[in-house]
């Protein structure tokens, strides 16, 4: 089902059998996906982006979102209204997506989510655990932005804060052989 005044660019796919198999003994088992895809009103949709469907439900993309291209929304997600993805974004299955929110290019989202709305998940990020409040956020595992931001300084200081370490070290040990 697609609402009025949707844009679906070029290659996009909305509908195909979403990624639902299961495992048995030394076989691999495909498990029918007879869901359906519904998509709200002035959604639009950049070029090769794909919905899976659901499993047995539905897949649900809201009012008002928009995605670049290479966009991946997998089987059983609701995304919220008024949403972004920039391109190259992949959200996992069963995940949920709060009104609001946007992600930059090349993130992901593992399954079985739920982000809160007005979420901003900044390019090449990966949200592996549950987000709390709305904010920004960035890195791998995703964090608070302002966070990640502290956790890259100390990264380009770690061979300094090193060497410091080991200075130290050694002058600890001279004081210790001289009492």
Known sequence: ???????????????????????????????????IVRI????EFGALCTV????????????????????????NCEIGQSTMFSAQVGIAGSTSIGEWTLIGGQSGVADHLKLPPRVRVGSKSGVITQLKEAGTYAGFPAIPV????RSLVYVR???????????LEK?????????
């Open 40 to 43: 709200g009103n002035h959604v």
């Open 52 to 75: 899976d469907r659901a499993a047995s439900q539905e897949t649900v993309v809201h009012d008002f979102c928009k995605f670049d291209d290479h966009v991946h929304i997998a089987h």
């Open 146 to 149: 302002n966070e990640w931001k």
């Open 157 to 167: 200081r770690i061979k300094a804060m090193d060497e410091t370490i080991k200075a």
């Open 1 to 35: 089902m697609i609402g009025h005044s949707c844009l679906i660019h070029a290659g996009s796919v909305l509908g195909a059998d979403g990624f639902g198999f299961s495992v048995s003994g030394e076989e691999i088992c495909k498990i029918p996906q007879t869901g």
């Open 171 to 179: 002058r600890l040990a001279n004081l210790e052989a001289k009492s």
